[in-house]
């Protein structure tokens, strides 16, 4: 393992964005893992960006609006330190796994606007399509962002969990500067098709979950889930999955010991070594809760694994017991 002097280098996506190499994930704002007090999440957002992770990441459906409304807490009077994300397509109400989807051009019009209007600004630097709808073509949902971005409501164009041919069909419409979809040690499904695909185009990528939302951190603990917390909703965390899973947790955790770091910085050095090894720029955007967490995570960004550590952890993936989504169409695994 190598350490490099602590400086953190931009990153430029697709489409000419250009982000901190570490983002902060928005969804870590609202009470989804757990309660939360709104002044002690705006802390460490704020934290957050004064610690260099200027690539802010939300969504309209995170907390039915209430990450946004916090971040516009932030940016009312920061606006242009940070590259601000949001996204649009998941309908809120019907909690996590019981969900519809929309991406017709009427839709997207609608929610830029109540984005903007949370957030307190009259732009985004990205705005995604959350999940592909299945009963709109993607080059509708894409040619209504591009429109967007003639209007300077948006700069840039992302797509959350699409497979490699609806990211090919998206570009032929429209750059398009990420890709943001789950990719961590125990989740490479999208390495078979996807990251091949946005590597030809020139899009760069936005690995949500890095951290297996928890479960990698050696942290996670059942026995304090909350009923409202979404992970019930997730197959890995079921008791069965959990109890099949421990031992890759515990190779992860092994090599976090030797290597002298801990088990998040191993999961988020292990996503820096592929971007480079693949050749794809990305910025993982590790959810984060706590000041302390953001200054682990963000001491990832200057860490390098041992190519032996990096070879144990590749092979993890395969040992894993139960699926990512609750629902296999929802991630781009299900459709390719």
Known sequence: ??????????????????ISPQ??????LTPVYGPIDPDDALRTLTHAVDSGLTFID???VYGNGLSERTIARLIATRRDEVQLASKFGILSG???????????????FEQIDLSLARLGTDHLDLYYQHRVDPEVPIEETVGA??????????????????????????????????????WSIISRDVERHVVPTAIELGIGFVPYSPLGRQW??????????????????????????LAANQPVLTEVLAVAREAAVSPAQVALAWLYDKGRTL???????PGSRFIERVDEN???????LDAAHVTRLDALADRIFAGRSFNPQWVSAGRE
């Not at 019907?94 to 997207?108: H, K, M, N, P, Q």
């Not at 050749?279 to 955007?285: D, E, H, K, Y």
């Not at 963000?298 to 390098?304: D, F, K, P, T």
């Open 1 to 18: 393992m190598t350490r490099l002097p602590a400086i953190l280098t931009a990153v430029t996506l697709g489409d000419g964005l250009t």
């Open 23 to 28: 983002g902060y994930g928005g969804m870590s």
């Open 58 to 60: 939300t969504a309209n």
């Open 94 to 108: 019907a909690g996590i796994g019981a969900r519809c989807i929309r991406g017709d051009r009427a839709y997207v």
């Open 145 to 182: 962002l591009a429109e967007l971005v003639q209007a300077g409501k948006i700069r840039h164009i992302g797509l959350s969990e699409p497979t490699g041919e609806e990211l090919r069909r998206a570009a032929a419409i429209h750059p398009i500067a990420a890709v943001q979809s789950e």
């Open 216 to 241: 990698l951190t050696g942290l996670f603990d059942r026995s304090a889930l909350t009923d409202a917390d979404g992970r019930h909703k997730f197959p890995r965390f079921t008791p069965d999955a």
């Open 279 to 285: 050749g794809i720029p990305l910025a993982p955007i």
């Open 298 to 304: 963000l001491a990832a960004a200057s860490i390098r």
